[in-house]
Each structure stands twice: as structure tokens, then as C-alpha cells.
């Protein structure tokens, strides 16, 4: 199994410009997460699906964040207009059953100038 | 509000001793807990983790120690090795298989050296 895939594995744009940043889950896994890493928040959840469907958004920081599930095997977050702050790695995540088997993608390193 | 708190952001080690990484919650819901572990470039992986149930759980050389009363977990691994090096995130749950929604704390990097 190629595990969790993201992309652009790095991203560098400027401020205002639209962001997306793509999630493949493992084959099978029902739920999807996404997280951000900064220094100062550590890691945290932005948003995630089970079924496709979106359970909590509570940790999005604003409407700037937008994130979709079309299908079971594809998903996007979404960041538009994009500014300095939104600098971090985010990851996507998927599981099948509980929070042990969470399996995390590579993560994409976004800086926005 | 940091619900988990990892108050140490490294720890260095010799290899062969013992690695205590600990942690802190606020929740007393969180009734399960997981250290997942980290290499520069890669995304977290599952490490081990502990019911509220239990307050010690062993896996090989990993060990996580729970005490409820103090709202702490620690991970104790022994003994070290070089290729341990890596960054240790504590996260909190409320309920396998309820709630699938993990809260992390900032991590501990840990570096052994040989």
C-alpha cells in the first residue's frame, strides 16, 4: 500500500494567492483528517470527514480554510486568500476504526511570502 | 488553551539509558491516550498507546505510564538507541471509536546520542 498521499509535498506563493493542497487516503479508510503544524500551535485538527461527510470543522482558524471530500478517495484543503500566517506543514490523515490507526501522510510544507 | 501539554521541547539522551518523555492534560474526559513519533521530512506514526482503564502498558521497549489523579502520562523507553531520535507527540481522546478527533501536544524531541 503507497499509504496516505499529499501534494504538492512543498509550496511556496504569495500572499493572497489561492492554495490547495490534495489528499489521496489509504484505500479502505473511512475517515479523513486534516492537521496543521506550527511551532507555536504544535499540531492541530483543522477538519474531518467519515463517509465523506464533514464531522467537526471546529479547528478551522476561518472562512479563508475550505475543505472538501468528492469521493472516498480524494480530498482538498483549500486556502484562499492565502497570508504569511497560514505558513506551516499540513497533514492529511485517514483511518478505518479509532483514533491508534490514524496513518499520516508525508505533509506539505506551504510558506507564503 | 492547550488541553495537552508536552512542557519539555527536547531531551537528550546517551544511548542505552533510559528515555522519559512525559505529558499533561486538562481534560478529564480523555480517556485515551497515544504517543505517536515523528522523523524530520515524514508525517507522525503510531507509537503505542494506554486506555483510562489501565495505567501501564508495554510494548517492547516502549512503556507508557498513566496516572489519572495527576492528569499524566509518560513514555518511558529503555533502553535507548540511536535510531530513537526523532520528535514525541503525546495526543488525548476521548473514546476509541467514538469521537475519532485527537488532540496533540507540541512534541518532545528527543535525540540520543551513541
Known amino acids: 500500500d503507497a499509504g496516505v498521499i499529499q501534494s504538492p509535498r512543498h509550496e511556496v506563493t504569495e500572499m493572497g494567492q489561492e492554495v490547495t493542497l490534495r489528499c489521496k487516503p489509504i484505500?479502505?479508510?473511512?475517515?479523513l483528517f486534516w492537521y496543521r503544524q506550527t511551532m507555536m500551535r504544535g499540531l492541530e485538527l483543522l477538519i474531518y470527514f467519515n463517509n465523506n461527510v464533514p464531522i467537526d470543522d471546529s479547528g478551522m482558524p476561518e472562512d479563508r480554510f475550505s475543505a472538501k471530500m468528492p469521493n472516498a478517495s480524494f480530498s482538498t484543503l483549500k486556502i484562499q486568500p492565502s497570508e504569511p500566517r497560514d505558513s506551516a506543514v499540513y497533514f492529511c490523515a485517514s483511518s478505518s476504526q479509532g483514533p491508534e490507526t490514524q496513518y499520516f501522510g508525508p505533509g506539505t510544507r506551504l510558506l507564503v511570502l | 488553551d492547550q488541553q495537552v501539554k508536552q512542557n519539555s521541547p527536547s531531551l537528550s539522551v546517551q544511548e542505552g539509558r533510559i528515555s522519559i518523555l512525559n505529558c499533561d492534560y486538562t481534560n478529564s474526559m480523555f480517556d485515551y491516550f497515544l504517543w505517536y513519533k515523528k522523523y524530520p521530512a515524514e508525517g507522525p506514526t503510531f507509537l503505542i498507546s494506554?486506555?483510562?482503564?489501565?495505567d501501564k502498558n508495554e510494548d517492547g521497549r516502549f512503556t507508557v505510564f498513566l496516572n489519572k489523579s495527576a492528569k499524566h502520562l509518560s513514555l518511558h523507553i529503555v533502553p535507548s538507541q540511536p535510531g530513537d531520535s526523532a520528535v514525541y507527540f503525546c495526543a488525548a481522546s476521548v473514546s476509541p471509536g467514538g469521537s475519532e478527533k485527537l488532540v496533540f501536544g507540541k512534541g518532545t524531541k528527543l535525540t540520543v546520542n551513541p
Open positions: 494506554i486506555s483510562s482503564i489501565k
Open positions: 484505500s479502505g479508510h473511512n475517515s
